[in-house]
């Protein structure tokens, strides 16, 4: 379990607030999560890693010298908001540019490009690179759709390491792409986490078995095996990862054998006896191992190896002294002038003032983003455990947070004087930078594409505005997302509604038509109990998934039905 928390919802900035304090002489907080204390030499590239919190010591615990310059700290298991991850890299950057790394997860994807977009936008050079070590999460086919786990510290040390000696943006991404290429991890799961405040584990694993290819956001292993020995354990893992060896290689290699969090090291180092033998019998040297804690996952139990076949290049830099708050390596002084930081995020920029008419759609926009943030408040729990079946069970903590972010926003707004365009580009830059994960980002980026549709200057507005609208959210998600039909996913909600509105809107008034619509889509949300996940974090355990409604669907769908509550009142 999960215990000590004041209230669930601050948990992370809780944590964050101790770690800053605790590791002072290493890192200092900036919005989004934190950077070293120290400024490095001007011109270097700034190495950014990042992702939920949950993993400690991933992400914070490896800013410092020799390390990464910044990590973006998300909420437990979900990813920080693109907002969050410009903040951070802007506030590290000394010049040189920004290489933005982390685990390869949908939502971390999508908020992460969006920051690098923005980076650039402003004449920053900026990079991302995501990391897919887990052998179990993807065929050898489809390496670019693995997960990253505890491979990522082989990746961040290699091209920090490569970043600190003055290597250039192109350089550095050059030797994080090559580390990630030579790294291989497997896992298993012997028990789940429990998110905090939450009644019970995300999962269990039953006595006397292991979840084999575990993830770590909770996510169970994709197979359940009776539990042999430490040793046997130690043959599965290092079976697994050897039969992924490159064909030529130096026979040198830097190996980590990780616990999840419950799993003791006295645990760990029995397994890792057996591990260190088996790669000396098969003619590897061993680089520098690391056996303990480095990317957790809360409280669960469960172990994971990781190898990466290294050149000298790689060698050098894994090898490379660094002095972090959890990873300290060699011996670097904490030299330099102390970083005076001022938040370089600010605040959105004014609202303008919306016609009549524009605000009058305002107060309604305000309603139906009201009766949004109500029903994900009743379904939260539902929410949760349909995103626990085959994803990391943050669904309905990141509807609810999204949703009443994107209303207190959207009231502002509206109280400003705002039009409906202005109330809705409230509304979904606050789900988006508020709500954190892929479908945080997604609505996001469909709440914004709503309000672009209407002109806040306009005397009137026509109905048929509202289905141009709800196509403007649908395509928004699409392209974001690069989901299609079918992919179970939010869009296999909407997209039936979208349709169905438009067919009948010519007909029936815009609220029988939206009231008939939304029926649709909650059909449309049930019969995705049918499909295999495609998309985002549920596609690993595709098979676990049929027979369930997909979170995202369902949310969707009581979305739109709320709004058809109101609008017949
Ligand atoms: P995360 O997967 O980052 O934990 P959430 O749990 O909040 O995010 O949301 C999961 C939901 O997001 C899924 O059920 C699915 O409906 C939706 N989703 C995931 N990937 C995509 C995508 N590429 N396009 C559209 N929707 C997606
Ligand atoms: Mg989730």
Known sequence: MTKLF???????????????????????????????????????????????????????????????????VGNVFTSPSATECYSVASAAHVGGGVLIMAGNYAGDVLNFDEARDRLRSEGIAAETLYITDDVASAGPDAIEQRRGIA????????????????????????????????????????????????????????????????????????SEEPLPSAREVADLLVDRCLAEAPTTHSGRIAVILNGLGATKYEELFVVWGQVAKRLRDAGYTIVDPDVGELVTSLDMAGLSLTIAWLDDELEQFWRAPANTPAYRKGGIDLAGNRREVQATHTASSAVSK???????????????????????????????????????????????????????????????????????????????????????????AGLTAFGQVFDDQADSFDPSLAVTAIRAMRDAIQYRGGASLGDKTMLDALSPFVDALTAALPDKGLVTAWTDAATIATQAAESTV????????????????????????????????????????
Not at 543 to 554: M, V, Y
């Open 6 to 72: 004041n209230d669930p919802a601050t948990f992370s900035d809780d944590m964050l607030v101790g770690f800053l304090d605790a590791f002072s002489p290493w890192v200092v907080g900036v919005p989004g999560g934190c950077i070293r204390a120290q400024a490095p030499a001007a011109g270097k590239v700034a190495v950014i890693v990042g992702g939920g919190s949950g993993h400690y010591p991933a992400f914070c615990g490896v800013v410092g010298p020799g390390y990464a310059d910044g990590a973006v």
């Open 151 to 222: 491979g990522d510290c082989i990746v961040f040390k290699c091209a920090s390491a490569a970043a600190e000696a003055g290597y250039n943006l192109d350089e550095v991404v050059r030797v994080a792409a090559k580390a990630n290429t030579v790294t291989r991890s497997m896992g298993l799961g012997l028990d789940g986490c429990t998110l905090p405040g939450a009644p019970d584990a995300l999962f269990h694993v039953p006595d006397g078995k292991m979840g084999v290819g575990l993830g770590i956001h909770g996510e169970p292993g994709i």
């Open 354 to 444: 919306g016609s009549t008419a524009a605000q009058e759609l305002a107060n309604k926009a305000v309603e139906a983003l009201d009766a949004i943030a109500r029903t994900m408040r009743a379904h939260e729990r539902e929410l949760a455990d349909l995103d626990t079946v085959a994803g990391d069970g943050d669904h309905g903590r990141g509807m609810v947070k999204g949703s009443t972010f994107a209303l207190e926003a959207a009231q502002a707004a509206r109280d400003h004087g705002a039009g409906i365009g202005g109330v809705m580009a409230a509304a979904g830059d606050a789900f988006g930078s508020r709500a954190g994960g892929t479908s945080g980002a997604l609505w996001g």
């Open 530 to 569: 049918a499909l295999r996940p495609k998309r985002g974090r549920a596609r690993p355990l595709a098979e676990r998934s049929l027979g369930h409604a997909d979170p995202g669907a369902t949310s969707m769908a009581l979305a739109l039905t709320a709004i058809a509550s109101i609008s017949t009142d």
